[in-house]
């Protein structure tokens, strides 16, 4: 099945530095690639996603690049704020069936001030 | 806003006990997911429902049965606990299976001593 790998588990950068966080997937049929933030204690909420048809997409501070030929997408946050710390979850469907999501393992981000 | 409710946010059980984890969402969605959150390995899916009274295994369906009598309603049932089912219970719900952005519910914490 749909394995999705992310990179690094743990992320501690300086206020101000960018953080750059990386998942790798399997099947090259995944057409969709969301990420998802959880601040301590909350819901986990999606702040980006992007489609195969597009290689890259901005949000203010956040980007998301896909690389199709490599199979992995990234998640680019630039002058990190104390807000950004989270942790952030990739993931991509499974595209057979009711198209079910499957999640990376996540990345604890943590920016000191 | 959609709103996902899980009726217990900390529930304390022994083992062998029969667990009842309740989601309700208002907005009238189709699917609806439930997620195990633990650290270092994201959020494993249980199971799924792509409509009242169809569900679907997810990665990790052991020890766990669904019910979707109602299409407002997934409930989660651990029908006998054991201490390696601790941990965070996530529900999820989406429109359909062609919009895969999941709004999640905030969630139910669970220990089995």
């Known amino acids: 099945g749909e394995n999705v790998e992310q990179h690094p588990s743990t992320l501690s950068v300086q206020e101000g530095d960018s953080a750059v966080i990386k998942c790798t997937y399997s099947d090259s049929a995944s057409n969709y690639f969301p990420w998802y933030k959880q601040e301590l204690g909350k819901r986990p909420q999606l702040i980006i996603d992007i489609r195969s048809n597009v290689g890259e997409k901005k949000d203010q501070r956040i980007a998301v690049t896909l690389n199709k030929t490599a199979k992995h997408f990234s998640l680019h946050i630039t002058e990190t704020q104390p807000e950004d710390s989270a942790v952030y979850f990739c993931a991509t469907p499974i595209i057979q069936g009711a198209q079910k999501l499957v999640f990376g393992q996540g990345t604890r981000l943590t920016i000191n001030p | 806003d959609v709103k996902v409710t899980q009726s217990s946010r900390y529930l304390v059980k022994r083992t062998g006990e029969k667990v009842f984890l309740e989601c309700v969402q208002d907005m009238d969605h189709e699917n609806m997911f439930w997620y195990r959150q633990d650290p270092g390995l994201g959020l494993r899916l249980i199971y799924f429902?792509?409509?009242?009274?169809?569900?679907e295994k997810g990665d990790i369906p052991e020890g766990y049965s669904v019910s979707r009598e109602k299409k407002e309603r997934f409930s989660l049932i651990l029908e006998s606990a054991s201490t390696n089912q601790t941990s965070m219970y996530l529900c999820?719900?989406?429109?359909?299976?062609?919009?895969?952005?999941?709004?999640f519910g905030a969630g139910s914490r669970l220990t089995v001593l």
């Open positions: 429902s792509y409509d009242v009274k169809m569900k």
């Open positions: 999820a719900s989406r429109l359909s299976s062609g919009a895969n952005v999941l709004t």
